[in-house]
């Protein structure tokens, strides 16, 4: 039962993906009356970023010029967040005493 | 522990290699795909390749919990100073960008080659995670492999 179970889910999927790699519809063509994923309906971030971004930041990676000077906030965040991490396993793992060799 | 002679010899010619791919995609981080994360994580995963190969008593010598620690906190402080010196406007503003000095060099808009000698902060800032998420990386590794040869010995 619990088989089946997994079978016809994993069945159910991959028609899903099928279908939609068959018949994409309006994936990644420009939005009329409804929004389209890549091609949203306010811009104005985007175009900054990509016409402003080799100027302000003196870089060719858009991504790397957001990521560390647009957005450097995130980055602390994310380096605190493996600070964190890195000490948590480390109050977990390491020896207790000296004399536990 | 040890792995067999094959996986020590081709571990030993590999990580070379593994660790100059690391500090080439944390070097180039504001010209290629890439940065200070992924690259760190590409040289933490070389030093892990070593430890796992070789038993951890042979290289205990030079890869210690120690020294990643250290690399770790000395990378986090040096983003963070990073950060606080664009202070002078705001917190992690570009100082360095376009300034004529190192790292500062004026790029061009539209398609260019690309100048290793650009980006103001953004290569010292890459520089600065690449060494933090190497240490913090490989400070879980030799933490967990302490670990496991302590749980191996209490066991018998």
Do not use: C
């Not at chain 2, 061009?108 to 980006?119: A, E, F, K």
Request: charged residues 15%; proline residues 4%.
């Amino acid at each position: 039962m619990r088989k089946l179970l997994i079978i016809a889910s994993i069945a159910i999927f991959i028609a899903f993906f099928l279908y939609v790699a068959i018949n994409p519809g309006d994936f990644g063509k420009p939005a009329g009356r409804h929004l389209v994923f890549g091609y949203p309906k306010y811009t104005d971030m985007d175009d900054y970023f990509i016409t402003h971004g080799q100027i302000f930041s003196a870089a060719n990676n858009i991504v790397t010029s957001i990521v560390f000077d647009f957005r450097g906030y995130d980055t602390l965040g994310e380096a605190t967040v493996l600070f964190a991490a890195v000490m948590g396993i480390a109050s977990v793992l390491r020896k207790l005493r000296r004399d536990e060799e | 522990m040890k792995m067999s002679k094959i996986v020590r010899t081709q571990s030993g010619f590999l990580y070379p290699f593994i660790l100059i791919f690391g500090l080439y995609i944390v070097i180039h981080g504001h010209l290629t795909p890439g940065g200070g994360f992924q690259g760190g994580a590409v040289i933490a995963t070389g030093f892990a390749l070593v430890v796992v190969a070789y038993e951890y008593k042979d290289v205990r010598k030079w890869i210690t919990a120690n020294r990643l620690s250290l690399a770790e906190v000395t990378g986090l402080l040096a983003f963070i100073i990073t950060a606080y010196l664009g202070l002078g406007s705001t917190f992690f503003r570009n100082w360095l960008a376009n300034s004529g000095s190192i790292f500062g060099s004026r790029v061009p808009p539209g398609i260019n080659p690309g100048n290793l000698n650009t980006g103001g902060v953004l290569p010292v800032m890459n520089l600065a995670v690449g060494l933090e998420v190497l240490g913090g990386l490989g400070v879980i590794i030799v933490y967990m492999l302490n670990y496991l040869k302590r749980g191996e010995e209490s066991a018998g």
